[in-house]
C-alpha cells in the first residue's frame, strides 16, 4: 500500500471516534424521543410546556441531522480506505543488490596504479632521457662543461681524407665534403689560437670507446696542418687496433711500440704522408719492453725526438675506457682533444672518460663532435652553397 503505516493508523483511530460519537448521538435521539413521548402524556395545556417541547423537538432534529452528517462521513471514509486498499502503485522497482564502495579500497587502488604508471613510463623515461646519446653542441656543454671545437658533418665515403681541392671549381656535388674539409680547418685554427695561451704541440686524441672515429679526426688534422706548411707526426699509439697505417696505405713493419722498446730509431719508423706530415704506426705489438716504457723516462724521451723533428706531435689512442695504458701518453701529452660520436655516444660514458683523463693532469683542450647528421647542419649548408657558388 502507498498510505504510510503512521498515517493508517492515525486514520483508522478517527473511524472508531467517528462511529463512538455516532453511536452515542443515535442514544441521545432515543432518549430524548422518549422524553418528548413523556413529555406529551403529561403535556397540561400549559404554554410553559409547550415551549420546553418546542426546545426539545428542535433539539431532536438538530441531533438526528448531525448523526446523519456523521453517518455519511464515516461510509465515505470506509470507502475511500477500501479503494485505497485495493489500488497498489510502485514507486521505486526492485534491483539486484550493489556492494557498497570501499572508500579506503578506492584510495589504495588509485595509489596503486600511480605507482605502476611511474614504475612503468617515468622511470624508464628518465633513465633513457638522462643516458640518451650525445645528439648536439649543447648536450656536450651542460655534461662535460667543455667547448666543442669544431664539428665534423657525416658524409657516405668509404676513405675520407682530408684535400685543399687544389684550386677546383666550386661543384654542388662537392657541398658535403666542402663542410668535411673546412671542419677539420676550424679545428686546426682553435688549437693554433689555444696554443698561443699555452704549449700545445704534443696532442692526444681520445675516445671513450672503440668506434667513435678518433682515428680518422687525428689523420685528418694532420692533413689540415700540413696543408699551411706544418711539419707533423702522427704517432699511432693504439696499441691494440692500430688503424693508421691502412688508412694512409703504409706498411707497419717498425713503429711507435718499436721506439719504445728501444729497438729501432725514429727515421726508420717514420712513413711520409704528404711533403709535411709524416706517420708512424704502432709497429709491433705491445712486448713487455715497449710496455715498461710506457711507464718511464723512455716515453718522454721518444715524443722529445718526435718534437725536434715536427711542429706538432698528433697521437692517436686506444678507447681509454677500455685499455689504461694509454693514460701514461694522456700525462706526456700538451693537451687532449676528445672526439664524441654524434648519435653514438653515451652521456655516462663521457663523463667516465673525462674523468680519467683529467687524473692524468693533462688539460682536456676541447670535443670534436664527429659524425654529425647534415640535417643538423642545414643552417651553415644553405649559406656554404651561396658562398662557394660566387667565390
Known amino acids: 500500500s502507498n498510505v504510510p503505516t503512521q498515517d493508517r493508523e492515525a486514520f483508522a483511530e478517527m473511524v472508531a471516534a467517528l462511529d463512538t460519537s455516532a453511536t452515542s448521538l443515535t442514544a441521545q ?16 395545556g400549559l404554554s410553559k410546556d409547550e415551549l420546553e417541547y418546542q ?48 572508500e579506503k579500497r578506492i584510495k589504495f587502488l588509485a595509489a596503486a596504479l600511480g605507482l605502476a604508471l611511474v614504475a612503468g613510463l617515468v622511470l624508464p623515461g628518465t633513465a633513457e632521457y638522462v643516458n640518451r646519446p650525445i645528439q648536439s653542441e649543447q648536450d656536450i656543454r651542460a655534461l662535460l662543461n667543455l667547448p666543442v671545437l669544431t664539428i665534423v658533418p657525416k658524409v657516405q665515403s668509404r676513405r675520407l681524407m682530408f684535400s685543399s681541392g687544389n684550386g677546383r671549381q666550386y661543384d654542388a656535388q662537392q657541398e658535403d665534403y666542402l663542410l668535411f674539409v673546412d671542419a677539420f680547418r676550424r679545428l686546426r685554427v682553435e688549437l693554433q689560437l689555444l696554443g698561443e695561451d699555452m704549449p700545445l704541440r704534443r696532442i692526444l686524441v681520445a675516445s671513450a670507446l672503440p668506434g667513435e672515429g678518433k682515428s680518422s679526426v687525428v689523420l685528418n688534422l694532420g692533413l689540415a696542418f700540413g696543408e699551411i ?21 703504409s706498411k707497419n713493419e717498425r713503429g711507435f711500440t718499436d721506439l719504445l722498446a728501444g729497438a729501432t730509431e725514429l727515421s ?27 711507464g718511464t723516462h723512455r716515453l718522454t724521451d721518444v715524443l722529445d725526438t718526435m718534437s725536434s723533428e715536427a ?15 694509454n693514460l701514461y701518453m ?19 660514458d663521457m663523463v667516465r672518460a673525462k674523468e680519467l683523463l683529467e687524473r692524468a693532469g693533462t688539460p682536456i683542450v676541447g670535443v670534436v663532435l664527429n659524425r654529425t647528421p647534415l640535417r643538423q647542419m642545414d643552417y651553415y649548408s644553405k649559406h656554404y652553397s651561396a658562398y662557394y657558388r660566387h667565390s
Open 55 to 102: 426546545h426539545l423537538a428542535s433539539q431532536v432534529e438538530t441531533n438526528r441531522r448531525l448523526s446523519t452528517l456523521l453517518q455519511d462521513k464515516l461510509a465515505a471514509a470506509r470507502l475511500r480506505e477500501q479503494g485505497e486498499m485495493n489500488v497498489v502503485k510502485v514507486i521505486d522497482p526492485p534491483s539486484f543488490p550493489v556492494l557498497t564502495i570501499n
Open 268 to 294: 726508420e719508423s717514420l712513413t711520409p704522408i704528404s711533403e709535411q706530415v709524416r706517420l708512424t704506426p704502432r709497429g709491433t705489438s705491445l712486448t713487455a719492453p715497449a710496455r715498461a716504457g710506457l
Open 330 to 348: 694522456a700525462a706526456a701529452a700538451d693537451g687532449i682533444l676528445l672526439v664524441v660520436d654524434c648519435g653514438s655516444s653515451r652521456p655516462r
Open 229 to 249: 706548411g706544418k711539419r707533423v707526426i702522427i704517432a699511432d699509439a693504439d696499441f691494440h687496433r692500430p688503424s693508421l697505417h691502412r688508412t694512409a696505405k
Open 311 to 325: 711542429e706538432y706531435v698528433l697521437m692517436d689512442s686506444s678507447p681509454i675506457l677500455l685499455v689504461p695504458d
Open 29 to 44: 435521539e432515543g432518549v430524548l424521543r422518549e422524553q418528548i413521548v413523556a413529555l406529551r402524556r403529561n403535556l397540561s
